[in-house]
């Protein structure tokens, strides 16, 4: 299925929403319907975007005129801050995700994007890259009206619908969208394709674990939350592409580099062709911490510091 933004038919009343490129704030969505039940997973990073999104999903399905069920993956707000425009919708989220949404609200992005001049020039063209193109104004951060914890099963029309939580994970609250019947799952950002994953939350062996998961599934069909739509081989890369990077910090960690050296040491050999490669500064991070650094962890605004000087420095 070429990589085209817009919305994908995945056969048996589900679909996709794709944003390439998928880098910073271009996630997708899904949709599952039967006869007049609709299922949406996850709403985009603004208005406009999500309500583009909206439009065109009721072309195609005219029962998305009223969305029975809207399910966040996770907290990030590529991934809810659309979620006011689904109304009359019950909003599920596993309770760990409820929790952390109002944590990033989309005023503190608008902001930091009006504010990222202060930190000069390299930060500016990085926070201008990745959050300048979308819209923060003017959202209403709508949360969860229903939570979980483990497994929620639903029904949309006849069909089953698994919401696995697999976090803490990319986030603290992370869950899975599993259509058994149609064998598709629907990954937000436990999946990324031809990007580089963001361990913000960990522990990695949770997310590797969340990987299993999916590989478990049998299913023909990934919707990951950045990328094209894919198959199980990408949870193999992507699982793979953990593992390599918490043996390298390992690595680094014993031998005593800081974790800002670690993050431009480590190599990338099979995923160097992978986007958003800064990332590694948030992983090293994150995975620092749980190997038992005891230095003061960096706070996010230190972080996107770092990555985007590690952008820079290495586009
Ligand atoms: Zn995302």
């Known amino acids: 299925m070429t990589y085209r933004k817009g919305l994908h038919d995945l056969g048996n009343g589900c ?17 599952v319907a039967d006869g007049d039940a609709t299922l949406l997973v996850d709403t985009l990073f603004d208005l406009p975007l999500t309500a583009e999104m909206l439009a065109a999903m009721r072309d195609a399905v005219p029962a998305a005129a009223s969305i029975d069920t809207l399910v966040n993956t996770h907290a990030n707000g590529d991934h809810c801050y659309g979620n006011e425009l689904v109304e009359g919708a019950v909003i599920v989220a596993s309770e760990a995700c409820a929790e952390e949404m109002g944590d990033v609200p989309p005023a503190l992005l608008a902001q930091l994007v009006a504010g990222a001049d202060a930190f000069g020039p390299v930060v500016s063209a990085f926070v201008q890259r990745a959050f300048g193109p979308f819209q923060f104004e003017g959202i209403t951060l709508t949360p969860p009206t229903e939570t979980f914890t483990g497994e929620s099963v639903r029904r949309v029309g006849d069909k089953e619908v698994r919401l696995l939580e ?12 599993h259509v058994p019947g149609d064998s598709v799952v629907y990954t937000g950002d436990i999946l990324f394709v031809d990007g580089h994953p963001i361990l913000w939350e960990g522990p990695i062996a949770n997310w590797v674990r969340a990987c299993d998961a999916i590989l ?5 069909t990934v919707v990951p939350g950045h990328g094209p739509i894919t198959d199980l081989s990408a949870v193999s890369a992507l699982r793979g592409y953990l593992l390599h990077i918490e043996a390298e910090a390992r690595r680094c960690y014993e031998a005593g580099l800081p974790r800002e050296e670690a993050a431009r040491a ?19 991070a994150t995975l620092y911490q749980e190997f038992g650094d005891p230095a003061q962890p960096p706070n996010t605004v230190e972080l996107f510091q770092l990555m985007a000087q590690l952008a820079h420095d290495r586009p």
């Open 15 to 31: 679909f996709a929403w794709l944003q390439p490129d998928g880098s910073w704030g271009w996630s997708n969505a899904g949709l």
């Open 166 to 177: 697999v976090g803490p994970a990319h986030t603290r609250g992370d869950v899975l969208v």
């Open 266 to 284: 480590i190599a990338l050999d099979d995923y160097s062709s992978w986007g958003d490669a800064e990332r590694i500064a948030v992983n090293v």
């Open 216 to 220: 478990a599934m049998d299913v023909a």
